[in-house]
């Protein structure tokens, strides 16, 4: 069916974020960046793995403060 059809991004006008927006959105330093060796997939793949430390740390206080 009509509605079920997959259209590709650009048609949409969207696209993917980049390695340093995704970098950015898990508070890593404006100033951080990848090693040049470090090719585009393990750098999604490193940033997919990765924890925010915006959310972690407030999780932790949580956490290990005595209630």
Not at 14 to 41: D, G, I, M, W
Not at 43 to 49: I, P, S, W
């Amino acid at each position: 069916t009509e509605k079920n059809k997959a259209f590709p991004l650009k048609e949409q006008r969207l696209r993917y974020f980049t390695p340093k927006e995704v970098a950015n959105l898990h508070s890593f330093p404006e100033s951080f960046s990848f090693p040049q060796h470090v090719s585009l997939r393990q750098r999604y793949a490193l940033l997919g793995n990765s924890l925010s430390v915006a959310v972690v740390a407030p999780l932790l206080q949580y956490l290990f403060t005595e209630q």
